[in-house]
Antibody, heavy 115, light 107 residues
């Protein structure tokens, strides 16, 4: 079964850090662009970052201003999102997605930034 | 940045209706457009990619059309399970962008 499972979300104080993980199975992970998408509860979808199959290219939404870093480990079939200097506006459900068009989605992990 | 205008934001319809959702780009994206369906509390699901190609397992009442800057998602005969929110998304260039979403609700 093709699936991706996110983990690592939780409650963090403003200015804190969090590392999200996405474990992939059932498909050739190393052949897929991988992406993080977030969604503030009740709002629309926002693309956050994407990484090429071999990790050689990474793209981010401009509003992050360098606070987040996407990475992957193809030996572990895993995708990561290191989030630093977190702000209240980063509070959202974070989804891991695979493909050029995103044909693989995880169930999401909630990140809450609050004091 | 490619800006997307998705309309309408809210669509009230009845079971059996034919509904259309529009997505307009600020610049041409060839056919690099996808449509997603999202139900409350769930992750989005891919319905259509390459503007008009139905994802495996998606019912044939869903169809997509368009190229360049103007795209349309059509549901030919709305079923109860189709009441959800729909998003368009371009994957022609970075940053990837999503439309604002269209909530299809029961009239």
């Amino acid at each position: 079964e093709v699936q991706v499972v996110e983990s690592g979300g939780g409650l963090v104080q403003p200015g804190g850090s969090l590392r999200l993980s996405c474990a992939a199975s059932g498909f050739i992970f190393s052949s897929y662009w991988m992406t993080w998408v977030r969604q503030v509860p009740g709002k629309g979808l926002e693309w956050v970052a994407s990484i090429k199959q071999d990790g050689s290219q990474k793209y981010y939404v401009d509003s992050l201003k360098g606070r987040f870093t996407v990475s992957r480990d193809n030996t572990k079939n895993s995708l990561y999102l290191q989030m630093n200097s977190l702000r209240a506006e980063d509070t959202a459900v974070y989804y891991c997605a695979g493909g050029g068009a995103f044909d693989i989605w995880g169930q999401g992990t909630m990140v809450t930034v609050s004091s | 940045v490619i800006w997307m205008t998705q309309s309408p934001s809210l669509l009230s319809a009845s079971t059996g209706d034919r509904v259309t959702i529009s997505c307009r780009m600020s610049q041409g994206i060839s056919s690099y457009l996808a449509w997603y369906q999202q139900k409350p509390g769930k992750a989005p699901e891919l319905l259509i990619y390459a503007a008009s190609t139905l994802q495996s397992g998606v019912p044939s009442r869903f169809s997509g059309s368009g190229s360049g800057t103007d795209f349309t998602l059509t549901i030919s005969c709305l079923q109860s399970e189709d009441f959800a929110t729909y998003y368009c998304q371009q994957y022609y260039s970075f940053p990837r962008t999503f439309g604002q979403g269209t909530k299809v609700e029961i009239k």
